[in-house]
Protein backbone atom coordinates (compact mmCIF):
# COMPACT_ATOMS: atom_id res chain seq x y z
CA UNK A 1 0.00 0.00 0.00
CA UNK A 2 1.10 3.36 -1.15
CA UNK A 3 0.94 4.90 2.27
CA UNK A 4 2.87 2.68 4.57
CA UNK A 5 5.69 2.75 2.06
CA UNK A 6 5.52 6.83 2.67
CA UNK A 7 8.43 7.67 5.30
CA UNK A 8 7.23 9.17 8.82
CA UNK A 9 8.05 12.98 9.01
CA UNK A 10 9.19 13.90 12.49
CA UNK A 11 6.60 16.66 12.75
CA UNK A 12 3.97 14.23 12.19
CA UNK A 13 4.87 12.10 14.97
CA UNK A 14 5.29 15.88 16.94
CA UNK A 15 1.52 16.01 15.73
CA UNK A 16 0.48 12.36 16.45
CA UNK A 17 1.89 12.91 19.95
CA UNK A 18 0.10 16.14 20.40
CA UNK A 19 -3.40 14.72 19.54
CA UNK A 20 -2.88 11.79 21.68
CA UNK A 21 -1.88 13.97 24.50
CA UNK A 22 -5.15 15.63 24.28
CA UNK A 23 -7.00 13.09 23.62
CA UNK A 24 -5.51 11.45 26.82
CA UNK A 25 -6.50 14.81 28.58
CA UNK A 26 -9.68 15.46 26.94
CA UNK A 27 -10.51 11.91 28.26
CA UNK A 28 -9.87 12.51 32.41
CA UNK A 29 -12.31 15.46 32.03
CA UNK A 30 -15.75 15.02 33.81
CA UNK A 31 -17.42 14.52 30.55
CA UNK A 32 -21.23 13.71 30.93
CA UNK A 33 -22.09 9.91 31.27
CA UNK A 34 -22.46 7.92 27.97
CA UNK A 35 -26.25 7.62 28.22
CA UNK A 36 -28.54 10.21 26.46
CA UNK A 37 -30.37 11.19 29.68
CA UNK A 38 -29.77 13.36 32.23
CA UNK A 39 -29.66 12.42 35.87
CA UNK A 40 -28.39 13.48 39.05
CA UNK A 41 -24.59 14.53 39.38
CA UNK A 42 -24.64 15.42 43.43
CA UNK A 43 -26.78 16.47 46.32
CA UNK A 44 -26.20 18.34 49.44
CA UNK A 45 -26.93 16.55 51.66
CA UNK A 46 -25.26 13.90 49.98
CA UNK A 47 -26.34 9.99 49.30
CA UNK A 48 -26.19 7.81 52.24
CA UNK A 49 -24.23 10.99 54.15
CA UNK A 50 -24.95 12.00 57.88
CA UNK A 51 -25.67 15.63 58.54
CA UNK A 52 -25.39 17.18 61.92
CA UNK A 53 -28.27 19.36 61.80
CA UNK A 54 -30.92 19.37 58.61
CA UNK A 55 -29.75 21.90 56.37
CA UNK A 56 -31.87 25.03 55.64
CA UNK A 57 -32.03 24.11 52.02
CA UNK A 58 -31.57 21.34 50.07
CA UNK A 59 -29.44 21.11 46.24
CA UNK A 60 -29.90 18.96 43.49
CA UNK A 61 -27.32 19.19 40.72
CA UNK A 62 -28.17 17.30 37.68
CA UNK A 63 -25.78 16.42 34.53
CA UNK A 64 -27.89 18.86 32.08
CA UNK A 65 -29.85 22.29 32.40
CA UNK A 66 -33.33 21.70 34.87
CA UNK A 67 -36.26 22.77 32.35
CA UNK A 68 -39.19 21.96 35.33
CA UNK A 69 -39.38 20.63 39.10
CA UNK A 70 -42.36 18.33 39.15
CA UNK A 71 -41.90 17.85 43.34
CA UNK A 72 -39.50 17.47 45.42
CA UNK A 73 -40.30 15.87 48.58
CA UNK A 74 -38.02 15.79 51.69
CA UNK A 75 -38.97 13.32 54.48
CA UNK A 76 -37.87 12.59 58.01
CA UNK A 77 -39.26 11.34 60.73
CA UNK A 78 -41.58 13.95 61.50
CA UNK A 79 -43.26 13.77 57.92
CA UNK A 80 -42.31 16.40 54.51
CA UNK A 81 -40.25 19.03 55.47
CA UNK A 82 -40.39 21.16 52.39
CA UNK A 83 -40.56 24.62 52.92
CA UNK A 84 -42.50 26.16 49.87
CA UNK A 85 -41.79 24.92 46.12
CA UNK A 86 -38.83 23.93 44.64
CA UNK A 87 -36.77 26.05 42.34
CA UNK A 88 -33.90 25.72 39.96
CA UNK A 89 -31.67 27.63 37.91
CA UNK A 90 -29.31 26.16 34.89
CA UNK A 91 -28.56 22.23 36.32
CA UNK A 92 -29.73 22.94 40.01
CA UNK A 93 -32.40 22.19 42.22
CA UNK A 94 -32.93 23.93 45.33
CA UNK A 95 -35.64 22.83 48.22
CA UNK A 96 -36.00 25.20 51.05
CA UNK A 97 -36.49 22.97 54.57
CA UNK A 98 -38.31 23.44 57.60
CA UNK A 99 -36.15 22.57 60.35
CA UNK A 100 -36.38 18.57 61.64
CA UNK A 101 -35.56 16.25 64.01
CA UNK A 102 -32.78 13.76 64.08
CA UNK A 103 -33.52 10.61 62.01
CA UNK A 104 -33.39 9.14 58.70
CA UNK A 105 -34.69 11.58 55.82
CA UNK A 106 -35.42 10.43 52.02
CA UNK A 107 -35.53 13.30 49.47
CA UNK A 108 -37.32 12.33 46.64
CA UNK A 109 -36.99 14.01 42.88
CA UNK A 110 -39.15 14.18 39.82
CA UNK A 111 -37.65 16.90 37.77
CA UNK A 112 -37.79 17.36 33.75
CA UNK A 113 -34.37 18.10 32.23
CA UNK A 114 -33.78 20.35 29.37
CA UNK A 115 -34.08 17.23 26.78
CA UNK A 116 -38.05 16.66 27.97
CA UNK A 117 -36.88 13.35 30.03
CA UNK A 118 -38.02 12.60 33.43
CA UNK A 119 -35.31 12.77 35.73
CA UNK A 120 -36.26 10.61 39.71
CA UNK A 121 -34.68 9.01 42.22
CA UNK A 122 -33.66 9.17 46.07
CA UNK A 123 -31.59 10.86 47.86
CA UNK A 124 -30.73 9.09 51.56
CA UNK A 125 -29.05 10.71 54.50
CA UNK A 126 -29.61 10.95 58.20
CA UNK A 127 -29.41 13.90 60.94
CA UNK A 128 -27.84 13.16 63.68
CA UNK A 129 -24.44 13.03 65.64
CA UNK A 130 -21.59 12.84 63.17
CA UNK A 131 -19.31 9.85 64.67
CA UNK A 132 -15.41 10.57 64.50
CA UNK A 133 -13.66 12.74 62.06
CA UNK A 134 -14.44 11.50 58.94
CA UNK A 135 -17.09 14.55 58.43
CA UNK A 136 -16.07 15.33 54.54
CA UNK A 137 -12.36 13.14 55.01
CA UNK A 138 -12.93 10.81 51.91
CA UNK A 139 -14.08 13.41 49.57
CA UNK A 140 -11.12 15.53 50.21
CA UNK A 141 -8.90 12.27 49.81
CA UNK A 142 -10.44 11.30 46.02
CA UNK A 143 -10.27 14.82 44.85
CA UNK A 144 -6.68 14.99 45.77
CA UNK A 145 -6.15 11.71 44.00
CA UNK A 146 -7.61 12.76 40.82
CA UNK A 147 -5.80 15.86 40.66
CA UNK A 148 -2.36 14.06 40.75
CA UNK A 149 -3.73 11.57 38.12
CA UNK A 150 -3.95 14.17 35.85
CA UNK A 151 -0.76 16.04 36.97
CA UNK A 152 0.99 12.66 36.00
CA UNK A 153 -0.66 12.17 32.39
CA UNK A 154 0.31 16.15 31.98
CA UNK A 155 3.92 15.51 33.19
CA UNK A 156 4.20 11.95 30.76
CA UNK A 157 2.96 14.08 27.95
CA UNK A 158 5.44 16.81 28.22
CA UNK A 159 7.86 14.40 28.48
CA UNK A 160 6.61 12.66 25.30
CA UNK A 161 6.55 16.52 23.48
CA UNK A 162 9.90 17.16 24.88
CA UNK A 163 11.58 13.93 23.11
CA UNK A 164 9.65 14.14 20.06
CA UNK A 165 10.53 17.79 20.00
CA UNK A 166 13.98 16.27 20.01
CA UNK A 167 13.79 13.91 17.72
CA UNK A 168 13.03 16.28 15.27
CA UNK A 169 16.12 18.90 16.27
CA UNK A 170 18.18 15.38 15.69
CA UNK A 171 17.07 15.00 12.65
CA UNK A 172 17.08 18.48 11.10
CA UNK A 173 20.88 18.77 12.04
CA UNK A 174 21.40 15.44 10.40
CA UNK A 175 19.80 16.73 7.25
CA UNK A 176 21.76 20.09 7.45
CU1 LIG B 1 -33.27 12.18 28.15
Redesign the pocket.
Known sequence: MHAYARPVSSSRLVRWVAVALVAALLGLLPAPPAS???ELVSSDPAESSVVETLPSRATLTLSGKVRKVRSVTVTGPDGDVANGKATFRDDEVRQNLWSGPDGEYVLAYDVV?A???QVTGEVHFEVGPVSGPTDSGPRATVEQDAGGGQRGILLVGVVLLAGAGGLVALRRRRLG
Open positions: AHDSDGH
